[in-house]
């Protein structure tokens, strides 16, 4: 059983690079989420999509851009990476954009120099 | 509005001994809570979830929360710690707002458990 597979685990980056992160989920959710986490910050939403072909702006969304083609895929894009951009980013699903369980990758560590 | 406020950044204690992780909230409705458990470099998994059904919920690997609706808490309790327990833990609230689903993540809260 996958559910979520993101890539890389990790990565060090050059600022002002584009950069994207994958994501694929094998659950058939509905919906799917981009969060980063940062010591003493907990996770914050970046963009979320509440079912295939659309998306929507999160808490912090500057910088980063999304898509959502299929059912399946949720990629991040960072236009033009940026230091404050380093942090461990996590892509999440859930069956329907309500109260359910949202299921987790194991994160994407992201290191903007 | 609705946020959460998780009172420990570290809680230490000893295996076999009661955990307590604190967690309050305010909501301008009745809210879902839930408890997350992340261990070393994994994501994020559920523990257990609260949606105005019973106020004690039980969740897996012994821990439990009981909402509070007037002290606002929902804090995480497990009888007797184990090794394994050791983690980070966030306690969210949900957000519902038409087209979009947010959850508001706690800063979480640190569990070391001494041998």
């Known amino acids: 059983i996958a559910g979520i597979t993101q890539a890389p685990t990790s990565q060090i980056l050059a600022a002002g690079r584009r950069m994207t992160l994958r994501c694929t989920q094998d659950?058939?959710?509905?919906?799917m989420y981009w969060y980063r986490q940062d010591l003493g910050l907990g996770l914050r939403l970046i963009h979320y999509?509440?079912?295939?072909?659309?998306?929507g702006k999160g808490e912090v969304p500057d910088g980063y851009s999304v898509s959502r083609a299929n059912t399946d895929d949720f990629p991040l894009t960072l236009a033009s990476a940026v230091p404050s951009q380093t942090s461990v980013y996590f892509c999440?699903?859930?069956?329907?954009?309500?109260?359910?369980?949202?299921?987790f990758g194991e994160g994407s560590r992201l290191t903007v120099l | 509005a609705q946020s959460v406020t998780q009172l420990d950044s570290h809680v230490s204690v000893s295996e076999g001994t009661p955990v307590l992780l604190r967690c309050n909230y305010s909501?301008?409705?009745?809210?879902?809570l839930f408890w997350y458990v992340q261990h070393p470099n994994k994501g994020l998994q559920l523990l257990l979830k609260?949606?105005?059904?019973?106020?004690l919920v039980k969740g897996i690997n012994g821990f439990e929360a009981e909402f509070k609706k007037s002290e606002t808490s929902f804090h995480l309790t497990k009888p007797s710690a184990h090794m394994s327990d050791a983690a980070e833990y966030f306690c969210?609230?949900?957000?519902?707002?038409?087209?979009?689903?947010?959850?508001?993540f706690g800063t979480g809260t640190r569990l070391t458990v001494i041998p």
């Open positions: 999440a699903s859930s069956e329907t954009s309500g109260f359910g369980e949202l299921f």
């Open positions: 659950m058939r959710h509905n919906a």
């Open positions: 999509s509440n079912t295939a072909g659309t998306t």
């Open positions: 909501s301008s409705y009745s809210p879902s």
């Open positions: 609260y949606t105005s059904a019973a106020t």
């Open positions: 969210v609230v949900s957000r519902l707002r038409t087209g979009a689903n947010n959850l508001f």
